[in-house]
C-alpha cells in the first residue's frame, strides 16, 4: 500500500507542472503578448509563475513569443524581449509553418528591430534564418486582393513569365507587388527564378520605389533580409585568389573572370549592387587613392567575401538606413 501511494506521490509530482499549466489561462497571455501591452504581460506571469514561454497552441503552434512577433509596436518588441531575458522563451522555436521570431518580425515589424535582431540572434544564426525564412500565414495566397495574389501564384507556379505584368493600369510585375506588400520570401522565390530587380510598371517604376513608398518604416529591415537571404560562401581558394589579386597564372584568372562574370548577373549581385560601393569602403576594399571606386570593381569583390563578413557589413548597412 506505501508502495503505491510513494508511486501515485511521484507521478503527481512529475506531472504537477502540466496539470498546473492547463489552468493558467494562455488565450488571455496570448492576446495580451498580441496586443503589446507589456505591463499586463509581466503582471500575469507574476500571478502564474508557472506560466510557459513556450507553450504552443494546437491550430498553429504559436507560441506567446511567436504572438508576440505577430503585431508592429513598441510593446511588442518589449514583451518579446522580456519573453527571452526573463522567461526562457526559445528564439529559434518554429510554428507549423516554420515561421520564428525573426521571420514574424521581418513581416511585421519596424526598422527599429533591427537593433534588437541584432542583439538577439548571432550572425550565423541570423543568416541561417534569413534563408530559410517562411512566409507569414497571414500572407499565404490569401491577400485581401485574390486578384493579385493568383497573377503572384501563376509566375511562381510557371503559368506565366517570370517578369510578365498584369494586364491592369500599372502593369506590374509580380516582385513589384512582394515589393508592395514586404512579402520577403515571395521576393525571394522570384528572384531564384530570375525576377528583374529593375523592371519598371506602366508609370516607370521600379520594385524599388514600392519598397520605398508603401514599406518606408521597414524597408531597411526587409531589404538587410534580402542580402542576407542570398549570402553564402563560395570556395575559400577563390576568394583568396581574387582578393590578393594574383593574376599571373593566365588560367587561374580566365576562370576567376568567368566566375565572377557569372556572379554579377545572379541575385545576389543585385540586391548588393546599389550598395557596394558603400560596402566595399567598410570593408576597407577600395585603393588608397580610391581611383577603385566604381561599381563594377566594387561588385566583384563584395559578392566573393565570406559569409560572415558580409553579414557584418550588411548589419552596418541596415543600421545606416542603406
Sequence with gaps: MLKKNLVALLFFVIHSSDIISMKIDYDRFFKLCKEGDFWAVTKFIDKNRTTNANYKEQLHGETPLLRAASNNGIGNTNIANYLLEKCNADKMIQNNYGQTLFSKAVAYWDDYALEFLFETYSDDEINVLCRSIKLDNKWRYEDSDSSVNSFVVEVLEGKRD?????????????????????????????????????????????????????????????????????????????????????????????????????????????????????????????????????????????????????????????????
Design 162 to 322: 517570370i517578369n510578365s505584368k498584369q494586364d491592369n493600369v500599372f502593369s506590374n510585375t509580380a516582385f513589384h507587388y512582394a515589393y508592395m506588400h514586404g512579402h520577403v520570401p515571395f521576393a525571394i522565390q522570384l528572384l531564384e527564378r530570375g525576377a528583374n530587380l529593375y523592371e519598371k510598371d506602366k508609370f516607370q517604376k521600379t520594385p524599388d520605389f514600392y519598397l520605398r513608398t508603401k514599406n518606408q518604416s521597414n524597408a531597411n529591415l526587409i531589404l538587410f533580409t534580402l542580402r542576407e537571404a542570398f549570402n553564402t560562401c563560395v570556395p575559400a581558394a577563390l576568394v583568396g585568389e581574387v582578393l590578393t589579386e594574383n593574376v599571373d597564372n593566365d588560367t587561374v584568372h580566365l576562370i576567376k573572370q568567368f566566375y565572377i562574370e557569372s556572379l554579377v548577373k545572379s541575385p545576389k549581385a543585385l540586391l548588393w549592387k546599389p550598395v557596394c560601393i558603400d560596402a566595399c569602403k567598410k570593408a576597407n576594399l577600395l585603393k588608397n587613392d580610391n581611383k577603385q571606386a566604381n561599381e563594377n570593381y566594387c561588385l566583384a569583390k563584395i559578392i566573393l567575401l565570406p559569409q560572415p563578413q558580409l553579414t557584418h557589413i550588411n548589419k552596418q548597412l541596415a543600421l545606416e538606413g542603406k
